[in-house]
Antibody, heavy 122, light 108 residues
Framework: QVQLVQSEAEVKKPGASVKISCRAS????????IHWVRQAPGQRLEWMGW????????KYSQSFQGRLTITRDTAASTVFMELNTLRPEDTAVYFC???????????????WGQGTPVIVSS | SSELTQEPAVSVALGQTVTITCQGD??????ASWYQQRPGQAPVLVIY???SRPSGIPDRFSASNSGYTSSLTITGAQAEDEADYYC???????????FGGGTKLTVL
């Protein structure tokens, strides 16, 4: 079955960077985009960006321009999300999710990874 | 960028029917998708492409669309349907994906 497995929880100090991995299995990795979405405690889902795993095409949310980098390792069927210059308000659970359709992202997210908690605190 | 607006909270008696709405400019062009999120879990897709259900989603979940609004209906709500529900869609602004604020559904 299609599955996304994310890396473990992280604790970071303000100003540091965090890099989270999302390993895909159960489908042809390079046919779909992977999205990153975060959820601060008690807050809404917030879309961060996507990368098409085949073409490498990337789109970032304006809210994260300049701080967010999404990369991939096609041999390992893994997508990475790196967020730098962390602030306490970046404390959240970070999810990866596959775009339902192959090709151009349709923003239909299925399935989702299990989530990676990130705590930013001095 | 565009936003999608949902009711913050809705309640329904066990076995009754409930509708949750999602409004926004992007829904004039794109269909909404709907996600169920139980506490401490990742979201799960329940509706996409106007009114399609992924494999494994019960047929008591359905959706309809009109103008700027998408509506998720649960017909015969069950205790396990108690969760947060989020809508999202594509968008034509600089941020191509937008989420609603979420609706907390309580089953009484």
């Amino acid at each position: 079955q299609v599955q996304l497995v994310q890396s473990e929880a992280e604790v970071k100090k303000p100003g540091a960077s965090v890099k989270i991995s999302c390993r895909a299995s159960g489908y042809t990795f390079n046919k779909h985009a992977i999205h990153w979405v975060r959820q601060a405690p008690g807050q809404r889902l917030e879309w961060m960006g996507w990368m098409h795993a085949g073409s490498g095409n990337i789109k970032y949310s304006q809210s994260f321009q300049g701080r967010l980098t999404i990369t991939r390792d096609t041999a390992a069927s893994t997508v990475f999300m790196e967020l730098n210059t962390l602030r306490p308000e970046d404390t959240a659970v970070y999810f990866c999710a596959r775009d339902f359709y192959s090709g151009v992202p349709a923003a239909i997210l299925d399935p989702w990874g299990q989530g990676t908690p990130v705590i930013v605190s001095s | 960028s565009s936003e999608l607006t949902q009711e913050p909270a809705v309640s329904v008696a066990l076995g009754q029917t409930v509708t949750i709405t999602c409004q926004g400019d992007s829904l004039r062009t794109f269909y909404a998708s709907w996600y169920q999120q139980r506490p401490g879990q990742a979201p799960v897709l329940v509706i996409y492409n106007q009114n399609s259900r992924p494999s494994g989603i019960p047929d008591r979940f359905s959706a309809s669309n009109s103008g700027y609004t998408s509506s998720l209906t649960i017909t015969g709500a069950q205790a396990e349907d108690e969760a947060d529900y989020y809508c999202n869609s594509r968008d034509n602004t600089d941020n191509p994906v937008v989420f609603g604020g979420g609706t907390k559904l309580t089953v009484l």
